[in-house]
C-alpha cells in the first residue's frame, strides 16, 4: 500500500519556468490537499479538494493552480515560477474533509528551488 | 482564522526521560486534533489522532491528551529514545486543517 506518492522529490526551476508537481493517493480518499512547508512558518494550505470534481483555494493560492484529474490524482501547477516559491510542497489526503474520525496522510513532499 | 501554538519550539532531554509537548489553539469548533512527527528531509507521520469528543489517545509510549474548552492539548513521550529525535507537529481540524509551527526535539543518548 503505498499511500500518498509524490512527484518529482527534488526540482529545480529557473524564475519564469513553468512546471507541475503530481500527486496520487491510492487510499480512496475524498479529499486531497496541497501545503508548502517554509521555516518558522509551518504548512500553509495553497489549495485543496473536498471531493472528485472540486477544489477551493487555501490560505496561499497566488501563483499556483490546481487540477483534481480523478478521485486518485491531485496536481499542482506553476505557471511562471518566483523564488519566493522555493519551498517544500507536501501533498495529503483524507477520507473526508468534514469528519470528527478522518485523519490526513502525507506524501514525501517535493523540494523547489527557483532561481 | 484558528491559531495554533506550540511551545517549546525546541526541547532536549536525556534519554529515559518523560517528557510532554504542548499545543495550543484559539478556536475550539473543531473535529479533532493529530500529531504528527517529521524527521529532517521527510514528509509528515500521523502519530496520534483524537477526536473532539475524546479526552485522550494512547500508542505504545505515546499519550495525548485533549481539553477542547481551554484549546489544549498535550502529547507525553514516556521513557523517551534517541529514535524519538524529530519535529512534532500538531494540526487541529475545523473547516480546515490548521498546524502549528513544531516543537523540534533532541533526545540525548
Known amino acids: 500500500n503505498a499511500g500518498v506518492t509524490q512527484t518529482p522529490k527534488f526540482q529545480v526551476l529557473k524564475t519564469g519556468q513553468s512546471m507541475t508537481l503530481q500527486c496520487a493517493q491510492d487510499?480512496?480518499?475524498?479529499?486531497m490537499y496541497w501545503y508548502r512547508q517554509d521555516p518558522g512558518m509551518g504548512l500553509r494550505l495553497i489549495y485543496y479538494s473536498a471531493s472528485e470534481g472540486t477544489t477551493d483555494k487555501g490560505e496561499v493560492p497566488n501563483g499556483y493552480n490546481v487540477s483534481r484529474l480523478n478521485k486518485r490524482e491531485f496536481s499542482l501547477r506553476l505557471e511562471s515560477a518566483a523564488p519566493s516559491q522555493t519551498s517544500v510542497y507536501f501533498c495529503?489526503?483524507?477520507?473526508?474533509?468534514?469528519?470528527?474520525?478522518?485523519?490526513?496522510?502525507f506524501g514525501n513532499g517535493t523540494r523547489l528551488t527557483v532561481t | 482564522k484558528q491559531e495554533v501554538t506550540q511551545i517549546p519550539a525546541a526541547l532536549s532531554v536525556p534519554e529515559g526521560e518523560n517528557l510532554v509537548l504542548n499545543c495550543s489553539f484559539t478556536?475550539?469548533?473543531?473535529?479533532?486534533l493529530q500529531w504528527f512527527r517529521q524527521d529532517p528531509g521527510k514528509g509528515l507521520t500521523s502519530l496520534l489522532l483524537i477526536q473532539s469528543s475524546q479526552r485522550e489517545q494512547t500508542s505504545g509510549r505515546l499519550n495525548a491528551s485533549l481539553d477542547k474548552s481551554s484549546g489544549r492539548s498535550t502529547l507525553y513521550i514516556a521513557a523517551s529514545q534517541p529514535g524519538d529525535s524529530a519535529t512534532y507537529l500538531c494540526a487541529v481540524h475545523g473547516n480546515q486543517f490548521y498546524f502549528g509551527t513544531g516543537t523540534s526535539l533532541t533526545v540525548i543518548p
Open positions: 495529503a489526503s483524507s477520507e473526508r474533509s468534514i469528519s470528527s474520525n478522518s485523519p490526513l496522510h
Open positions: 478556536d475550539s469548533a473543531i473535529y479533532n
Open positions: 487510499m480512496n480518499h475524498n479529499s
